[in-house]
């Protein structure tokens, strides 16, 4: 504080001030008991007791604006920390119906489909007996299990703490490619910030070209050119 100049001449002001006032006080004091004001000696405490005073009521007041002006920075920190927060709350609550909406959505379309993939295939067992009809209602009644799996997992987004990680793109389609017996190409490849529900969405997209396209061909292109986003092309 002393060192700051501002303060240093408002201090010589105070001390200046202080000391002239208690001498001007002093003065007319002498005068209305009759003594001699031409005295210097007579002004010497004054003027000594004045400048202190200054002095100190300058400090004073100086330290105590800027405690105050310390508190108010403090103050509008704090205020704007909890805007802040406050803001994430409800970013993260609106998030969070989002993807609760998304989870049931597609909890209740992988379901259904798998359902009647299953229906389907005891109704042809009973007709023909084949095995490989067995087989395939094993596998999607696991596919099924492993979903109602993944979304106990994805609870973890509701929370708090939930956090976008890395994920490979070309990696989760090569691991889809292997649940169906189409001939599916992927050109490019690239790393994007998503959760696990990304996995599901490109397996209701794979699922939706084999049950309504009539073809076993599925060519998909994960175009990156963009340095912010990343663009996933389906071709059947």
């Not at 800027?66 to 909890?82: A, G, P, T, V």
């Not at 998030?95 to 909890?107: A, G, I, P, S, W």
């Not at 070309?170 to 050109?187: A, H, P």
Request: some cysteine; charged content about 30%; proline content about 1%.
């Amino acid at each position: 504080m002393l060192k700051d100049k501002k303060f240093q001449q408002h201090l010589i002001l105070g001390i200046a001030f202080g000391a002239i006032l208690l001498a001007i006080f002093s003065a007319f004091q002498k005068a209305s008991l009759g003594v001699d004001i031409t005295l210097l000696r007579g002004y010497i405490v004054p003027f000594i007791f004045g400048g202190c005073s200054g002095g100190i009521i300058t400090f004073l007041s100086h330290r105590w604006k800027k405690d105050m002006q310390e508190k108010f920075i403090l103050k509008k920190k704090l205020i704007s920390k909890l805007d802040s927060e406050v803001k994430q709350k409800t970013l993260h609550l609106e998030t969070t119906k989002d993807l609760l909406e998304l989870m049931n959505d597609t909890l209740t379309h992988d379901i259904s489909n798998d359902l009647s993939v299953i229906r389907g295939n005891i109704n042809l067992y009973f007709d023909t007996r084949k095995e490989k009809l067995l087989r395939e209602i094993r596998n999607t009644t696991e596919k099924s299990i492993t979903l109602v799996e993944q979304m106990r997992e994805l609870e973890k987004i509701i929370g708090p703490n939930f956090e976008l990680k890395p994920i490979n793109l070309k990696k989760i389609l090569l691991e889809l490619s292997e649940n169906y017996s189409l001939n599916i190409t992927i050109e490019g490849n690239n790393n994007v910030y998503a959760d696990e529900l990304l996995s599901s969405v490109f397996d209701n997209l794979i699922r939706n070209v084999k049950d309504h396209a009539n073809t076993k061909n599925i060519e998909i292109n994960i175009d990156n050119s963009d340095d912010e986003f990343c663009a996933v092309f389906f071709r059947d």
